[in-house]
């Protein structure tokens, strides 16, 4: 299987961009960095967060191992069980810990799944996200949906089940939409039903904390804790991401396989053929040398803007207090940059431009068709794909960049599958958190 490819070309230039002796010069200090990462003690890695460099392969190691025993199996035992109990489930997190999980579902799912009959959906549930902020119309919104129920009679699509993500405990939003989405639940359940309140609500949390004793005090049957050694910002290759991603069915065995994959590449592969140390070191030298203190996240496909949203996440948050990081914003690529030169000036000169760019739709490309007017302008179209046109609007976008001394850097991810987005949140995870060394040691 493939991995995705990074081209850094459109940011390499002696005027605008970062040179060829600089990358030479940053090369023997990424290797130290990385040779000293890879090599930190437990404790020290416990310290950094960086425990989810080698999560996802004691996950399957452990499930190889262990089967049903371990979190990998627990996590596919309940999924596999309970979503033939409910018809919809609520993911109730802070708006942190909410954004990988959208994430992956967004990417992974039919844009409308949630509008889709029980049987088109392969009996998968309907989700929603809530308890990430106190918005009463939002929280009132997904409490009348989740009360109206499915699309058909079937009692089971009257059932919902809770999945609540706090790994401190002590998040405010999450702890309140808790009170108030398990009163609902428990309401809506009628008195002669197989179904319970404890099993329904499945907590992820610490060891301890608030979220860890009420789950107690509501006798809830099957809960995971978070890991201690994983900060909450790298937390998504644990059952924070696995059990939303299980319940929808998605191949976590591939998800965690190409997260792997990103891992391997990263430990063995040369700074100069290292897709993650090049995103490194570009990255931060057009932001130490060229004064670029905006990182775009141009995302050339819809479903990938949640994805935008988690990275902004990721990146904000590694700032020391008192230190001016990044400013993460992500767009939707739709080639107005490149027909509308105005849209472009604004803040141009601070920004990187990192495309992420899928090479291959996951449905048969659609024409652009015939029709019976000409007045459209589209003569010649016809035997186009809008998967052709679209490439055609990234090759135009990316070389207007260049034109305007734009520096961008493509990520180029051969499909959307879980095999390829393992490897992108691992690479996005292992970038972010190699760069706060890089700060450390290369300030320019």
């Known amino acids: 299987m493939k991995l995705l490819r990074l081209d850094p070309t459109g940011a390499i230039d002696d005027e605008f961009g970062v040179t060829r002796q600089q990358l030479e010069s940053i090369a023997p200090v990424l290797d130290e960095l990385r040779s000293t990462w890879i090599a930190a003690t437990t404790n020290a890695a416990a310290e950094r967060g960086a425990g989810f460099l080698r999560l996802p392969k004691k996950q399957l190691d452990d499930y190889t191992r262990l089967r049903e025993a371990s979190e990998l199996g627990r996590v ?50 309907r989700v929603y996200f809530e308890g990430n ?47 108030q989405f398990v009163a609902a639940l428990r309401a809506g359940l009628p008195s002669d039903s197989s179904a319970r309140v404890e099993r329904l609500v499945i907590p992820i949390t610490g060891q301890s904390g608030k979220l860890t004793e009420v789950a107690s005090e509501l006798g809830c049957e099957v809960g995971f804790a978070v890991h201690d050694d994983i900060d909450g910002r790298y937390n998504l290759l644990s059952p924070v991401g696995l059990l939303p991603a299980a319940l929808l069915g998605f191949d976590c065995m591939k998800l965690l396989e190409g ?19 090049q995103f490194v070191a570009m990255n931060h030298l057009l932001n ?29 948050a ?42 291959k739709c996951r449905t048969d490309p659609l024409d652009v068709g015939t029709s019976c007017w000409t007045q459209d302008g589209l003569q010649g179209f016809e035997t186009k794909t809008l998967a052709d046109l679209a490439m055609t609007m990234i090759a135009t976008d990316r070389d207007s960049m260049r034109a305007r001394s734009q520096p961008t ?25 190699i760069e706060v060394e890089l700060k450390n040691v290369n300030p320019v």
């Open 259 to 277: 997260a792997v994959a990103m891992t391997d590449h990263f430990e063995n592969s040369p700074a100069d053929t290292n897709m993650v140390l």
């Open 318 to 359: 590694q700032a020391e207090p008192g230190e001016t990081a990044a400013l993460p914003i992500t767009t939707t690529g739709d080639g107005t940059q490149a027909s509308n030169p105005s849209s472009f000036r604004p803040l141009s000169q601070l920004r990187i431009i990192n495309n992420l760019i899928v090479e």
């Open 76 to 125: 596919f035992k309940l999924a596999n069980t309970i979503m033939d109990e409910i018809d919809a489930v609520v993911i109730l997190a802070t708006g942190g810990e909410s954004l990988g999980p959208k994430a992956m579902i967004d990417a992974c799912c039919a844009p409308y799944h949630n509008e889709l009959l029980r049987g088109a959906r392969g009996g998968k549930p």
């Open 288 to 316: 130490a040398s060229r004064g670029r203190t905006i990182r775009e996240l141009r995302c050339w496909g819809k479903e990938l803007e949640s994805l935008g949203r988690w990275y902004e996440w990721l990146i904000a």
């Open 409 to 433: 850097i493509d990520i180029h991810l051969p499909t959307i599958d879980t095999f390829v987005l393992g490897q992108l949140f691992q690479m996005l995870m292992i970038a972010t958190s």
């Open 133 to 179: 902020d106190l918005n009463n119309d939002a929280t009132q919104a997904v409490l009348s949906r989740l009360s109206v129920g499915g699309y058909g009679e079937a009692e089971i699509e009257r059932r919902w089940a809770i999945v609540v993500i706090d790994q401190s405990g002590q998040s405010l939003p999450p702890a309140i939409a808790l009170r």
